[in-house]
Every structure is written in structure tokens, then in C-alpha cells.
């Protein structure tokens, strides 16, 4: 198409026709861009991206389109939908965590590295020595008491009546507690002390007085479900929360709204637009003029829009929140004086 950019080559079949229906019918319209821009209430750099296609078009932007165009809403938005899944299919993919890089090629796994056992505490290995050889015993605390094999003989012991071993006795049959204890014996010694503790300590409490038993723990109150449904895609209220609100920036119209109750005065066309989705009830006016009023009430609840001047023929008020359309009008006093509302 003349006058507009290249779309990308790699861009979603879904994604280039519906954005190039949007180009023609901004064509078509003879209003230009900012034309567009300021009759749908959004700005001219939105509309230059949905153009392109560099950003997904919101369905309250196509709905406007199709208000100032004079498009088939039915049909641009059920095109407008396939676009939509394919821009949310898009975003998902570039939103998702890239996978962690792969290991270099001969890096050790740090899974597979051995632990050392308990006892032994790692050192620098010499030079020249590998790393794997260079575990030593954890030295033996100072309050452990050695064993009794290998204490210094007392002066009782060593006195006159003590037998001296013969020099020239086999070194194999010297007495075992003149032997002395391996690094091994000495952390077992220390293993079992801590054993023998850890026993006492727990029969002590098994045994002691009777204690006070403790207070069974207050169960978690667990927070009642929400029983509230999700809004569909697009809609960004309801009930309440309507009122006020613009019909088509909140998502309400279009699909979701249908008109319950119409009349003409003066020849211009009186609409109650209805929302079962958002529970919201507005008021249009079409072939008006400048200077004409529309409003919509039920109750207490009255929302009243005017007529812009500068050839807009059709107006819309805001929401009033309606749980059903009963008891719901719409009324326009027209600049001619001719005045009338719905039935309702």
C-alpha cells in the first residue's frame, strides 16, 4: 500500500491481514491518521504503531475505529480476535527464560567432587602432589583426655619394685598400652565421648519432673475461597465499578453490549446500551446535531453527554451500574426543542 512502511516478512498471517484492513480503512475514511487519533481519543504515535504493526491494537481502539469509520464492527472484530491470539502467542514466546548455557567441554561438575570424610579437613597439596591426596586428620582437642595406653608411667609405676623391660626383648611383644594410639582411636574416642553425652542429656529429660505440657498450636485459619470469575479479556470492570466509566475504554461495548430499548425524536435515534459483563447501562444518540443532549437514568443513577460541534453526529454518555436492564431509559433534548425518552 502506498504511503505506509514495510511490514516485517516474519510477522503472523493473522497479525499482516488484520493490520492491513486497519490501513485501508483508515484510507477509505479520507480522515488521515491524526483524524483517527483524535476521534477514537488516543494518541498519534498509538495509531502510527498498530499501523505497523509494532504493538497489539486493545479492542476498545478497534471498536472506536469502527464508530468513526463507519466499519462492520461484527466482522473486524472477529478479525481483530485472530490477531489478538497471535500477538498473545508472540509476547508469551518472548517473555519465556532462556535456557541456562550448556557446561564448556571438560569443566568439572561440581556435583561430582569429593567430600571429604568427617575427621579430615583439606590442605594445600605440595607441589607436584594431586589434590585428592592431600586430606590429613583434624587434630584431637587439647580438653580430650588421652587414653590411658598412652600416659607417661606415674613415679608409683616407675619406681624400684616396676619390672624394666629387657633391651633386647622382640619389639613385637612390648606390652599394647606401651603402644601409641593411632590418629583413628583418638576421633573415635572423641565420637563416643559425644555419644555417651548426647544419651545422658535425653534421660535426664525423660526422667526429670513432670513439665507443664505445652499448649497445642491455634489452627491456621485458612482464607475463605474467592468466589468472584475472572472478567474476560479486555473488560477492566464491573458493577460499581462501572459507574461512570466510559463504556468502550472500559471494554464494555462492542460484542458485550446490545441495545435494549430504542426511539427517534426528531429523527435522530435514541439507544439504551446495555452490558450483561460489566452490569453497566449508557445512553446513545445517532444522526444528531451539534448542541443536542443524551441521557441515560434509572433510579437516582443519571449520566447526560452532549453533541461536539465539528460535524460528530452521534454521542454516548457514561455508565450508570444496572444489574439488569429494567427500569432503564434513555431521554435527548434536541437543539431543534424537540425533547422524549425510552420506555423504561
Sequence with gaps: ?????????????????????????????????????????????????????????PRSAVVALSDATGADLGSLTAQWEHADRAWKHLLRERAAVPAPAPALEGAPDPASAPVPPPGFDPVPPPEGVPAEHTLRMRPVPASVPAPAAAREPTARESGPEAPVPKSSAPASRAPARARRASPLLYAAGVVGALLVATAAVLLADLGGSEATPAAPAAPATTPA???????????????????????????????????????RIGGALVEVRYSATCGGAWARISGAAPGDEVSVQAGTAVEAADVPAGGDTDAYTLMIAAGSPDGVRACAHRSSGADGCTDG
Excluded: I, N, Q
Excluded at 479479556?233 to 453490549?257: F, K, Q, T, Y
Design 1 to 57: 500500500m502506498a504511503g505506509w512502511a514495510a511490514l516485517d516478512d516474519g510477522l503472523d498471517p493473522d497479525v499482516r491481514a488484520f493490520t492491513e484492513r486497519l490501513r485501508l480503512l483508515v484510507e477509505r475514511s479520507g480522515l488521515g491518521v491524526v483524524a483517527v487519533a483524535e476521534r477514537t481519543g488516543r494518541d498519534r504515535a498509538d495509531w502510527d504503531a498498530y499501523l505497523d504493526a509494532r504493538r497489539p491494537v
Design 225 to 263: 475461597p474467592t468466589t468472584a470469575s475472572p472478567l474476560p479479556d479486555g473488560v477492566r470492570c464491573a458493577g460499581e465499578d462501572c459507574a461512570g466509566r466510559d463504556p468502550e475504554l472500559m471494554g464494555c461495548g462492542g460484542p458485550l453490549a446490545t441495545t435494549v430499548a430504542r426511539t
